[in-house]
């Protein structure tokens, strides 16, 4: 079972950046897409960004424009940057294979206030 690690959440005033980084175990990860994905209370999880094992990115509209994602399979990781960011981008965010989630990590809050 692949296991995730997510890192690099904060408290971010509006407008800022932030870059978050999972590191995932085991040798799949070069052959399967990837994505970040947000959760607040009450609501479902939402996926906002999405890689291919080839590099090709696709993005939640709400986020289209701002956020960045990335992977380097040499260290079995993914990033995102998030800039320009907004209070309503605030929640846990949450790394996983991007069509078929394994079991999920602990994620990494990011809150965005002034």
């Known amino acids: 079972q692949v296991q995730l690690v997510e890192s690099g959440g904060g408290l971010v005033q509006p407008g800022g950046s932030l870059r978050l980084s999972c590191v995932a175990s085991g040798s799949i990860f070069r052959w399967v897409p990837m994505g970040w994905y947000r959760h607040t209370p009450g609501n479902q999880r939402e996926l906002v960004a999405q890689?291919?094992?080839?590099?090709?990115?696709n993005y939640a509209d709400s986020v289209k424009g701002r956020f960045t994602i990335s992977r380097d399979n040499a260290k079995n990781t993914v990033y995102l940057q998030m800039n320009n960011l907004k209070p309503e981008d605030t929640a846990v965010y949450y790394c996983?294979?991007?069509?078929?989630?394994?079991?999920w990590g602990q994620g990494t809050q990011v809150t965005v206030s002034s």
């Open positions: 996983n294979h991007g069509s078929r989630p394994w079991n």
């Open positions: 890689i291919t094992n080839g590099g090709v990115t």
